[in-house]
């Protein structure tokens, strides 16, 4: 499966901001998706991650109450609603997926990534 993640932008801080991922090539529900980011000059790190049925999910503490994963298997489609944006949410957003993962919560599980999507938050 391939993925594009799309939705990045420049957003002040306390703003808004839904990020897309689409897979194409193969049936997203038989993969667990999730979200990671890039800050300069930092490593990559995980965000978000949801099952096969979108059931569960599972957060970094750093953005719990704030960030949302969902996804619409029909559409083949995963998103990220990312509400009361901060500064150090500035980043390369990754969306990433795994057929044979078991464990969401597991993020070096994923082996199937898509291209970044910039988002930029000003304060």
């Known amino acids: 499966v391939q993925l594009q993640a799309s939705g990045g932008g420049l957003v002040q801080a306390g703003g808004s901001l839904r990020l897309s991922c689409a897979a194409s090539?193969?049936?997203?529900?038989?993969?667990?998706m999730g979200w990671f980011r890039r800050a300069p000059g930092k490593e990559r790190e995980f965000v978000a991650s949801?099952?096969?049925?979108?059931?569960?999910?599972y957060y970094v503490d750093s953005v719990k109450g704030r960030f949302t994963i969902f996804r619409d298997n029909a559409k083949n489609t995963m998103y990220l609603q990312m509400n009361s944006l901060e500064p150090k949410d500035t980043a390369v957003y990754y969306c990433?997926?795994?057929?044979?993962?078991?464990?969401?919560?597991?993020?070096?599980?994923?082996?199937?990534w898509g291209q970044g999507t910039q988002v930029t938050v000003s304060s």
């Open positions: 949801i099952s096969r049925g979108g059931g569960s999910e």
């Open positions: 990433a997926a795994d057929r044979l993962l078991r464990n969401i919560a597991d993020a070096t599980g994923f082996n199937l």
């Open positions: 090539g193969g049936t997203s529900r038989d993969y667990v």
